[in-house]
């Protein structure tokens, strides 16, 4: 059973984009990374994401063949995605999560795979730095597109 949470957050300040594409690109073409596993009995599989942009940004998720769900994360807001484990193994199906790029009114779904790491709790603050990500306007767009990077 999967879940998705949301926490506040103080606005980051960010400077130095310019050598980010590489990174990008790999976040891109990644398929969804497998769980990473930790010491002990987690019950979570997770990932965070924080709202860097300052603005409403619109996602969607799914965990295996389940039907992608639509989500909308606040401006300057942490939220976690993860998966329960319930009495089953400590591994969770893939994980897909689309962002929509576009800051504009258009739509455009771009695919990132992002690690999750067994947690036990579903709170951002309780994830390790491997399944911690962060949402920012692309370097060189005018604030026109985001993108999902590496914490």
């Given amino acids: ?13 960010i400077s130095g984009l310019s050598a980010l594409a590489i990174g990008v690109a790999t976040l891109v073409a990644a398929p969804a990374a497998a ?21 409403n940004i619109k996602f969607r998720y799914a965990f295996g063949s ?7 994360m ?10 329960d484990y319930g ?8 994980l897909k999560f689309q962002l929509d790029v576009d800051m504009g009114r258009g739509n455009a779904w771009t695919t990132y ?8 709790a579903r709170d951002c603050n309780a994830i ?3 399944g911690q990500f962060g949402v920012r306007y692309r370097a060189n767009t005018n604030r026109q ?7």
């Fill in 87 to 94: 009495a089953g193994p400590r591994t969770s199906p893939p």
């Fill in 66 to 72: 389940n039907p992608l769900k639509n989500a909308t």
């Fill in 113 to 120: 795979a992002l690690t999750r790491i067994q947690s036990n």
């Fill in 1 to 13: 059973m999967s879940a998705v949470g949301v926490a506040r957050f103080k606005p980051l300040t």
């Fill in 35 to 55: 769980q990473n596993f930790s010491a002990g009995g987690a019950r979570y599989g997770c990932s965070c994401l924080s709202n860097e942009t300052g603005v």
């Fill in 145 to 151: 597109f985001i993108e999902v990077y590496k914490k």
């Fill in 128 to 130: 390790g730095r491997v």
């Fill in 74 to 83: 606040g401006a300057n807001r942490r939220q976690w995605i993860c998966y």
